[in-house]
């Protein structure tokens, strides 16, 4: 019984993700790759009310920059998914406050220099180094090694590569690298850890309020300058101008710095020759995508930590893991992402997800996407499944043996797509909403009490979602 109640609940979990991701696609479509990489993308959905959804972004400056930028057209497209919401309202993830209290213990050093203070705090906004990412929890593989090597040789021996530019798509690290040479530099230096898109906006923000001359003296006063993702860095002349500058007077006076990047410096596209240049001129190190014995290290690591944090509370058993470990493959951050949203589906309903569970949990990440769970698809497989024929299935008819694979599909599309009740009904041969509302609390109800029913579905479910005959 309680099982098929968590069955439930795990469909509810992963489907409230679902219309955010066609959200997504239109506004990928509206906006474009590039902006939808750099900022939309980091919005993450988390409710839906009355009259306004609630999202989060992990800084405030994203979030002033989405809704200074971006907000309205987004309203638009969600109104289009639903009629009612008339706002949308930001959360901050909670991280920030820490990251906060962070930096500023990094500054507190700066505090004395007058000529600073009075934009220091613009500054220390900014200047988030997490004490989480660090040399130490950093797992090392053959993708990563050389990045790694480079980043501590620096850390230990700084300006003897200069600059130091270290590059690879998202999630591989690079951040956590910046953020590690940061931290275990910080105590005997001025470190700047900073996007480049901050620095663009403190840039701009800095022309407006007259304060060029504190913006080039507090950067020029930087022992070590982390510039994370250049490759955001798309200012006009002056600003490139004034970053050329500032980038030479740093290395001419040996201070250290580092660049992260999601490709190489001859392929940045929007940033002068001459800046392409000074990059090439220091090391250039590259982190690839992991490999699957990375991938397995990494989960297995978190997965211990998340162990111990937990109290044994949440296990994620070895079969869970090489899943992941095996089907996760496009970088870190998403490998980490999907453990951290199996144990958040676990402290919702205070139970260990098994795999099946975790395949419906993953459903978006594991490239299940609505393309290919498809009514058809579902119609196919319920009816190869139950040894009946399509048309037998779509006809009006009545009979028992016919009745319950019919509920069944329909059950399964509803939990599966998000499909409206109407929009399934007409798949089925033009039913009523209502005879789909009435299928769905049949199967619901049956599922409760029967258990031959509930592995039956259970194992359609994974052959819909995951293609595969046997169940686990
Ligand atoms: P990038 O900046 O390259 O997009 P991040 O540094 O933000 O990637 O990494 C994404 C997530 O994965 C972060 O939570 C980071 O701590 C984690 N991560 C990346 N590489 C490793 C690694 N080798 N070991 C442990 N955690 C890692
Ligand atoms: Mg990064």
Redesign the pocket.
Known sequence: MKNNILNQKTENFASKKISWTSIQTEMKNKFGKDIYESWIKKIEFVNEFNDYILISVSTRFIRDWITSRYLDQILQIVKLYKKNINRIEFVIRNFESEEEKGSQKTFSSTSENENVSFIKDSYLQYNRIDPN?RFD????GLS?KLAYEASKKVSIDISHCNPLYIY?G???????LLNAIGLSLKDKNKVMLIPAERFMYQFVRSIKLNEMVKFKEYFRNTDILLIDDIQFMNGKEAMQEEFFHTFNALLDKGSQIIV?ADRPPNKLSRIQDRIKSRFSGGLVVDIQSPDYELRHK?IKTKAEELRVFYSDQFRISSDVQNFLSSEIKTN??EL?GSLNRIISYSRVYNKTANLSEVKVILKDLLNLSENIVTIDSIQSTVCRFFKISKNEMLSPRRSRYLVRPRQTAIYLTKILTSKSLPEIGKEFSNRDHTTIIHSVKTIEKLIKEDAELRSSIDNLKNQILYNKQNEV
């Open positions: 990412k929890n950093f797992v090392l990563n690879g998202v999630g591989m690290g690079k951040t956590h992260s990494i870190i951050r980490i």
